[in-house]
């Protein structure tokens, strides 16, 4: 009678969670493969990213024309074009990933990544090619945009539909450390191919690896996402929609539509996630090297150390606003950020030491996972399930193309003026204030947004 008592409560609440026994242990491992596949594929995106950022100076030396201070800012505005894409990435992968599902979505980005990476890759020089060169990083750049405008919304989504509800922070914060990660990645094989490779060889071929070796993660990231279920809550969309007869076409419309202030809030938030990524953690290495004359080796070791710090902080900083609430977390990450940048950059004009140079990095890298740790899961909650891959990929995606994809050529342009030496911390600053009205008016919770 015991066991059977004990039988009826286990299946109550069974029917009361609605899973069975082992439910939970099934969910978890399936939301860990989530967040490992969403991760890796991710960390391509950016890793490809950084590792640009990282070869600007020899990719430009290589691919473009001209004396070298030019040649530079063409490549960051090589590195910028490839921007442009974005918001057609967003429109169209997002809008996929709202009508057929984001698995589907994820499988198109990772592609389309993999093959804009191979034709950075294997770009002839401009001694071969003349302006062939430059017009083939432009058309890598561009497909590698187009792919980085949809994953930023199918990834979110996938995190945010996949994990608990208590734990949404959290899953999503991975996708921001994956960044961190990439950017870990980047720099060991930034410093490894400087301190084992001549400068001479470097410039000539050896700023190919980095990017051939970044090839070699598509497979792994594109099998992961082909194998793992459609997230269960856009099942249950679609279900829903097919019991009220709704479309499930033109998401795009939908969201601009009926969401246009959400999408106008997104965008200004947005703005300081875009700007304090491209700032502070991408053109970070380039600047220190070109403002104030570190080493490569330095500028590298200090993005490294900084990243790894950035990896713990961004999922900290997660999960504390599962329990906190994110727009409390992303207030006191927007306010470091808006008091700390200068006072920091002012000491590294100061003191040009190599513990300098990694204390300042690593400030950096803490400042902005504090609040990029939260902002996925945040922009991802403000839109309902139908419309989400879409409304976040559009927002974010705006924000990046206005104000972070030219970040680097337009700093590098002030930095390279007299008394622009803090440019970047100007840049960041205005960010803040601009963000800290929109997270002050965003409908910002612990739950998220329902259809």
């Known amino acids: 009678m015991e066991n059977e008592n004990s039988t009826s409560v286990i299946n109550g609440m069974a029917d009361m969670t609605g899973a069975r026994p082992g439910a939970a242990a099934k969910h978890l491992i399936t939301g860990r493969r989530a967040v490992a596949a969403a991760s890796i594929g991710n960390a391509l995106e950016w890793y490809d990213f950084s590792v640009y950022a990282f070869f600007a100076m020899f990719i430009a030396q290589s691919a473009f024309s001209q004396d070298g201070g030019s040649q530079l800012l063409k490549a960051f505005m090589a590195f910028g074009l490839g921007f442009i894409a974005r918001p057609l990435g967003a429109l169209v992968i997002g809008a996929y990933g709202d009508r057929v599902g984001r698995k589907a979505a994820l499988t198109m980005t990772i592609l389309t990544m993999a093959v804009g990476t191979a034709v ?8 071969a090619i003349g302006i062939g060169a430059p017009i083939l990083i432009v058309c890598g750049r561009m497909l590698q945009g187009f792919s980085a405008g949809g994953e930023i919304g199918g990834a ?85 929609a097919h019991r009220e007869k709704k479309s499930t076409k033109a998401p795009l419309f939908r969201v601009i539509k009926e969401h246009p202030v959400t999408l106008l809030l997104g965008t200004g938030f947005a703005t300081l996630w875009s700007i304090c990524v491209y700032t502070l953690i991408i053109f970070m290495p380039t600047y220190v090297q070109k403002t ?11 993005s490294l150390i900084g990243n790894c710090f950035m990896v713990v902080t961004c999922v900290y900083a997660g999960s504390l606003s599962d329990r906190l609430g994110r727009r409390t977390v992303l207030i006191a990450g927007t306010l470091l950020m808006l008091v700390g940048i200068y006072p920091l950059l002012f000491w590294l004009s100061v003191s040009h030491t190599i513990f300098t140079l990694i204390a300042v990095q690593t400030l950096f890298c803490i400042m902005v996972a504090i609040f990029v740790g939260v902002a996925p899961s945040a922009l991802a909650e403000i839109f309902p399930t139908a419309v989400r891959s879409s409304g976040m990929s559009l927002s974010y995606n705006t924000a990046v193309t206005i104000f972070g994809a030219f970040a680097p050529a337009i700093l590098t342009w002030f930095t390279l003026r007299p008394g622009g030496t803090f440019a970047p911390a100007w840049y960041v600053m205005c960010a803040c204030l601009v963000a800290l009205v929109s997270i002050a008016l965003l409908p910002l919770g612990r739950r998220p947004a329902h259809a």
């Open 120 to 127: 950075v890759a294997f770009t002839p020089a401009y001694a």
């Open 156 to 240: 979110t989504a996938f995190l945010i539909e996949h994990a608990p509800a208590d734990k949404k922070g959290k899953y999503a914060s991975w996708l921001q450390a994956s960044m961190a990660i990439s950017n870990i990645l980047g720099a060991l094989v930034a410093t490894a191919v400087t301190l084992f490779m001549p400068k001479d060889t470097i410039a000539s071929w050896g700023w190919r690896v980095p990017f051939i070796l970044g090839l070699a993660i598509a497979p792994v990231g594109l099998w992961m996402r082909k194998t793992l279920d459609e997230t269960p809550e856009f099942q249950r969309e679609m279900e829903r």
């Open 292 to 302: 104030f004359h570190f080493e490569s080796q330095q500028a590298f070791l200090a």
